[in-house]
C-alpha cells in the first residue's frame, strides 16, 4: 500500500510539476476532480495524502483529450521479420543516440557500458529541439534533486538488472533522484542501481523495455523497483511463435514489477487495426512478461544479427477475470476466468468450422483450451489440453478431449517425453456411409467413439518406453469419422514396450493385448527381441548381424459383421486361423565384403531356425530357411562442366549411375501357406479391402489366386532375404536376380557466385529375373519391374512419372505421368492422369490448384475423375477471404462414391501459433504480422 501511494503521490506530483502554467489557471476547479483520479490511480486511501496536491487534473475524465494527439510513429507498422527474430521498426524518430536517424535528431558516440551495479541516465532531444529542462533541489529534501523537461526528450538509462536498459521519449518528463551534489543532467550521470530514480512522463509516450514497448498519454515510473502507473496504455510485445506481436491496451496499467502488469479496463489482441478485428476484453488483467537474455547451449548470449543488440527471451503469461471475446466490435463469448500462455496465444477457441453435407448434415466443430477455461495459472510447459464439443445434426452431439505434451520429464521420470492422449464419442442416430455399395449401414450402438493414447520416453543408457491404448467402438467408426487416420496412420494397437539401445545393438521385451475383436492383431504375451547388427569379425573380414524373437502368443482373428449388407461381402483371409502358443526364432547373416577395382562385392549367407507352437492346422511346426548369395554394386560418373544453357538454366552438368546387383537363392524347410501372419505386413485398413476385394473382381470370397495373394508379392519383393525383416513367417523357395540402375543428372543454380548443387533429373529402374519362372513368377523370367523419374525443369517446374509392371496373365501394371507448377507465395498446380491394369483398370486424372488471388482472396480446386467406366470421383472448391486476424474460408465438396455433396464454413485464427501452412483454407498464409500491417 506504501509503494501505492507514493506512486500516485509522484504521479499528481508530475502532472502539476510539468504543467505548471495549466496548474495555476486550474488552482480553483472542483476538488471532486481531483479525487475521482486519485480513486482511480491509487484508491481511496491515498485522498487524505494528497489532499495539500493542487486540485487540477483538467483533463482527467477524458485522458485522450484534447492534448492527447499522438505521434505518427505510433500508428507506423512494427515488423517481425519471417525468420522468427522479433524487431521494432521503424524507430525513428525515437532512435537511439548511437543509431543513425533520418529525421536528423542528435546522435552521440558510441555509448560507455556502465560499471557492474551501477546506472546510468542520460538525455536526448526528441527532435532538432534542443533539450530545455530545469533542474533544482527539493526545497523539503536537499538530498532529493528534481529535474523538468517540456520541450520533448529521449531518456535512455542503462545497466538495468535484467534487460540491460530503459529508453523512453515523451513531451515533457519530471525526474526525481536523490544526491547530495548537482548532477549533470545535461551530459548525464550514473549512479548506483540502488539509489531511487523515478519518472513521470506525459505526451506521445513511447516507452521501450527490452524489446517490449508502450504507447501511453501519462505515465509514472520507479526506475529502482521496477514499478510504474500508466493512464491510456498500449503495449507492443513480441511472440515469435507466430512473428506478430500481442498488443495489449487499458485505461489505467500498473507495472507492479519488472515484468508484471495488472490492468483495469483491459484488451488484448493481436490486431494492429485501431478498432481491431476481434479482441480480448477483461475486467482486471495480470499480464506477465518475464523476459532475460537468450543464451545458446553454451551459456553465451545470442545476438540479433541484425541489431546487434542481445535477443531477449520471453515467457509470457495473460490471467483474468470478467473475460468477454469481441470479434468486430460484437461480444461472442464469455467467461468468468481465464489464463494462457501468450506462446500459444488463443483465447478459450482454437477453432470453429461449420460444415454442411449429407452425410452428417449441418456440423459445427469447436476446440476450446481446457486450461483456459479452468483458469489454470501455470500449466505444465509443453502440455497442450483441448476439450472437443461437436453436433452433427444428421448424427448427434459430440464431445471428445486431445492432450498433446512434450516435455524434458514426465509424472518425476526424467527423460524427453512425448505422447498424445485423444477421446471422441458420438451419440449416433443415424446410419453409416463408407461409399459404393456401404452407403447405408447399420449402427451396432448408438454410443460410439474412440480412445487413442500412444506416449514414448527416452531415459539414459540407451533405454525406450513406448506404450499405446488404441480402442474404437465398432468397426466403421474410425472409417466414418477418421478416414484420415484410417487410411493414411498406424493402427490403433494396445501394448507397451521397454527398449535398449546399446551400440549396434538392441534388446527388447513387449506385451500386446486386442481390445477391437472386429481386427485380426497378435496378443504378445510376451515378447522379446535382440538385436546385433553389422559387427565386425576378424579384423573387418566379415560381418555378422542377428536377430532372436521369443514370444508366447495369442493370434486373434476379426469376428465377422452384423450388419448384413457387409456380412454378404465379407471374409476371411487363408491366413486366419486362431492360434495360441509360442513362437521361436533366430536369424544370422555372415558377409564378406570386398572390392574389385571399383566394384564392391559382398557374399553372404543368412540362415534361420524357427518353431511356432501352433500353425494353421494347430499343430506345431519347425522350420529351417536359409539364403546365400552376392550383392554388388558399381558407381560411374561423368563430368561436362562447359555445358551452359540459360533457358533450361543449366550450369554444367555431372552425370553419376550406381548399377547394383542381388543374386539370392533361397530354401525352406516348410511352405509359407502352413503358417498364420503373426507379423502383419498389411494395415487393418488394407485388409479390410482385401476382404472385399474378391467379391468385386473374383465373383467369391476369398481366397484369391496366387498371382494377387499379397503374401506372394511380399515373398517374391524379398520380404525374406535380410535379418531385420518385418516378417518371420514369410520365406519360401526362391532363386530371384534383382537388378537396379539408380540414376543422376546434377547441374548447378542461382546467383552466379553463389551457386547450389542441385538434382536437375533422376531416373531409377529396378527390375528382377526369375531363373526358374514357373516355380517362382507364373511363367515369366521378369517381373517386378519399376521406374521413377524426376525432372526438375526450373525453380518452379517439375516433371514426375512412375510405374510398376509385372508380365503374367491380368498382372497389375500402373504408370503416372505428372506436373507440379510452384510459385510461392502465389501458388501451386499440379496434373496429372494415372493408368492401371490387371484385376483392377482406371485411368484416373487429377488435377489441383492453390492460388493466392490477391493480398486479400486465396481459392484451391481439386477434381478426380475416372475416364473410363468410373466416372466421376470427387471434387473439392474452397474460397478463403484473408482477413487482418482471421481466415474466413467457405467451401464445396462432392464425393461420388458415398452420392454426398457437401459445404463448410471455416474462421480460422491467424495469430495462432503456427508457422506457414495449409489451415482450413488449404492455402499457404502466414500468420498475421509475419510481414507486418496487411
Known sequence: MAAARRQGCRFLLGFVLANRELARVCALRSWRVFVAIARSLTGAALIVTLAAAPPCLADVDNPRGTNSKRSPVTRAQFTAPSDGSATVGPRDPFVRPDQPSSSGAATAAPEEIPAAGARRARFFPRSNVPVQLQAFTNPNNPNERIVIVSSGVQLIVDGLVGFGSIDVAADRVVVWTQSQQDLDFGAGFQQDENVPLEIYLEGNIVFRQGDRIIFADRMFYDVRRQQGTVL?????????????????????????????????????????????????????????????????????????????????????????????????????????????????????????????????????????????????????????????????????????????YDRPEFFGL???????????????????????????????????????????????????????????????????????????????????????????????????????????????????????????????????????????????????????????????????????????????????????????VVPYALGELAHWGQDINLESLDRAYGQVGIRSSASIW?????????????????????????????????????????????????????????????????????????????????????????????????????????????????????????????????????????????????????????????DRLSMVSDGYFDFYADAPRYITVGGFLNRPPRGSLYLGIRSLEGPISANVIAAAYSYRMSPKWASTFGTTFNIGNGGNIGQNFAVTRIGESFLVTLGVNVDASKGNVGANFAVEPRFLSRAFGNGASGARIPPAGAFGLE
Not at 477 to 498: H, P, R, S, V
Not at 551 to 556: G, I, N, V
Open 232 to 404: 491510456n496504455a498500449e503495449i507492443l510485445s513480441p511472440v515469435p511463435s507466430y512473428q506478430g506481436l500481442a498488443r495489449l491496451r487499458a485505461q489505467v496499467l500498473q507495472q507492479v514489477g519488472q515484468d508484471q502488469f495488472i490492468a483495469e479496463g483491459a484488451s488484448l489482441t493481436s490486431s494492429r487495426l485501431g478498432i481491431p478485428s476481434y479482441d480480448f476484453r477483461a475486467g482486471q488483467l495480470v499480464f506477465q512478461d518475464f523476459q532475460q537474455p537468450a543464451v545458446d547451449p553454451t551459456g553465451a548470449p545470442i545476438i540479433d544479427p541484425q541489431t546487434g543488440e542481445p535477443v531477449v527471451a520471453h515467457n509470457r503469461r495473460l490471467t483474468s477475470r470478467n473475460n468477454v471475446l469481441a470479434i468486430e466490435e460484437l461480444p461472442v463469448f464469455f467467461w468468468p476466468t481465464f489464463t494462457t500462455n501468450l506462446e500459444d496465444p488463443t483465447f478459450y477457441f482454437e477453432r470453429v468450422i461449420f460444415k454442411q453435407d449429407s452425410v452428417f448434415g449441418t456440423q459445427i466443430y469447436t476446440d476450446l483450451n481446457m486450461f483456459e477455461l479452468l483458469g489454470v495459472e501455470n500449466p505444465p510447459q509443453g502440455v497442450g489440453w483441448d476439450l472437443s464439443v461437436d453436433v452433427l445434426s444428421e448424427r448427434g452431439p459430440a464431445l471428445g478431449m486431445t492432450v498433446l
Open 414 to 600: 526424467q527423460g524427453p517425453a512425448f505422447g498424445v492422449f485423444d477421446a471422441w464419442g458420438i451419440h449416433d442416430d443415424g446410419f453409416d456411409n463408407l461409399g459404393r455399395d456401404f452407403r447405408h449401414l447399420e449402427v451396432p450402438d448408438k454410443l460410439r467413439g474412440r480412445v487413442l493414447s500412444r506416449h514414448r520416453q527416452y531415459f539414459e543408457d540407451g533405454y525406450q518406453l513406448s506404450a499405446e491404448i488404441g480402442y474404437i467402438s465398432d468397426r466403421n467408426f474410425l472409417e466414418q469419422y477418421f478416414e484420415n487416420e484410417w487410411d493414411e496412420f498406424k493402427d490403433q494397437t494396445t501394448g507397451i514396450e521397454f527398449k535398449r539401445y546399446i551400440d549396434n545393438r538392441s534388446w527388447s521385451i513387449a506385451v500386446d493385448g486386442r481390445l477391437n475383436p472386429f481386427f485380426t492383431q497378435t496378443e504378445q504375451l510376451p515378447r522379446l527381441d535382440h538385436y546385433w547388427l553389422g559387427q565386425s569379425l576378424l579384423g573387418d573380414s566379415l560381418t555378422w548381424f542377428e536377430h532372436s524373437s521369443a514370444m508366447y502368443s495369442k493370434f486373434q482373428t476379426a469376428n465377422p459383421p452384423a450388419d448384413p449388407v457387409q456380412a454378404a461381402q465379407w471374409g476371411p483371409l487363408p491366413w486366419e486361423v486362431p492360434a495360441t502358443g509360442e513362437r521361436l526364432a533366430t536369424r544370422q547373416e555372415l558377409d564378406l565384403p570386398f572390392s574389385i577395382g571399383g566394384i564392391k
Open 638 to 794: 561423368s563430368v561436362t562442366p562447359e555445358i551452359e544453357d540459360d533457358l533450361l538454366n543449366l550450369h554444367g552438368i555431372a552425370h553419376k549411375v550406381v548399377l547394383d546387383v542381388d543374386a539370392g537363392y533361397t530354401d525352406s524347410s516348410q511352405n509359407f501357406d502352413q503358417l498364420q501372419l503373426y507379423d502383419p505386413i498389411d494395415d487393418d485398413n488394407i485388409e479390410a479391402f482385401r476382404r472385399r476385394f474378391p467379391f468385386f473382381d473374383f465373383g467369391g470370397p476369398p481366397p484369391v489366386p496366387l498371382q494377387f495373394d499379397e503374401r506372394v508379392w511380399a515373398i517374391r519383393s524379398g520380404i525374406g532375404g535380410n535379418v531385420t525383416s518385418p516378417s518371420t513367417e514369410l520365406a519360401e523357395d526362391l532363386f530371384a536376380i534383382r537388378m537396379g540402375l539408380r540414376q543422376r543428372w546434377q547441374t548447378k543454380r542461382g546467383p552466379e557466385a553463389n551457386r547450389r548443387i542441385i538434382d536437375w533429373i533422376t531416373f531409377d529402374v529396378e527390375g528382377t529375373f526369375f531363373p526358374d519362372p514357373d516355380r517362382d513368377n507364373f511363367g515369366e523370367s521378369i517381373g517386378l519391374v519399376n521406374y521413377n523419374f524426376v525432372w526438375h525443369v526450373g
